[in-house]
Each structure stands twice: as structure tokens, then as C-alpha cells.
């Protein structure tokens, strides 16, 4: 069974900054795309980045310059680094990844549990 499980996630001050990281466990083939989305009370869903299996990496405009998105492919791992932070970061961060189970299956998307980043004015 596939698992992906963030850590990292907790209560800093504005200007300050976190790190999350994301493993992927289980009988895995192949994994394609990985990344972050978060979502804030009555807000839509926000892709904040993502990067790609060989290294390519998108953002949300919101966090350019502030975010970097980086894995280890060896070790199933995405993280997520967020420096000045800002009140407006505050949202429950999940991970996700875009994974083949085999060599017969195509891609599927697979979610961690989500974790709560709150950043304090």
C-alpha cells in the first residue's frame, strides 16, 4: 500500500521560515511529477510547486523567490522550503505525487495527510 507522509508543518512568525518534507512508501514502480498544494479556510485549492521526476520545477507566483521545491528520487522524497514567511501562507499543506504502481499501470495520483502551516503577524 502506498504512503505519503509529510512532516514539518507548525506555527512561526511572520519573516520566519519552515521546511516540509514528504516521503513516498510502499511498492512503487515509477514516480512522475511530485509536489505541493495548500488550502486555506474557504479558499480554493492552490498548487504551490511542483518538480518534475527529472528536476524541473514550477510555482504558484505567490511564493517566487520565497519557496524552493527539491527531491531525492533515491529516497522518494520531496521537500519544501519556505523562507519570509508571511499570514497569508497560513494553510494546510499537502504533498502529492504522481506515481506508477507497475510497468502495466498508468500514473496515479496519490495525497498525503496534509499538514498545518500557521505563520503568526
Known amino acids: 500500500q502506498v504512503q505519503l507522509v509529510e512532516s514539518g508543518g507548525g506555527l512561526v512568525q511572520a519573516g520566519g521560515s519552515l521546511r516540509l518534507s514528504c516521503v513516498a512508501s510502499?511498492?512503487?514502480?515509477?514516480?512522475?511529477?511530485m509536489g505541493w498544494y495548500r488550502q486555506a479556510p474557504e479558499e480554493q485549492r492552490e498548487l504551490v510547486a511542483v518538480?518534475?521526476?527529472?528536476?524541473?520545477?514550477n510555482y504558484a507566483d505567490s511564493v517566487k523567490g520565497r519557496f524552493t521545491i527539491s527531491r531525492d528520487n533515491a529516497k522518494r522524497t520531496v521537500s519544501l522550503q519556505m523562507n519570509s514567511l508571511k499570514p497569508e501562507d497560513t494553510a494546510t499543506y499537502s504533498c502529492?505525487?504522481?506515481?506508477?504502481?507497475?510497468?502495466?499501470?498508468?500514473?496515479?495520483?496519490?495525497w498525503g495527510q496534509g499538514t498545518q502551516v500557521t505563520v503568526s503577524s
Open positions: 502529492y505525487a504522481d506515481l506508477r504502481l507497475s510497468v502495466r499501470r498508468v500514473a496515479d495520483t496519490y
Open positions: 510502499g511498492s512503487i514502480y515509477s514516480i512522475n511529477d
Open positions: 518538480v518534475t521526476s527529472g528536476g524541473v520545477t
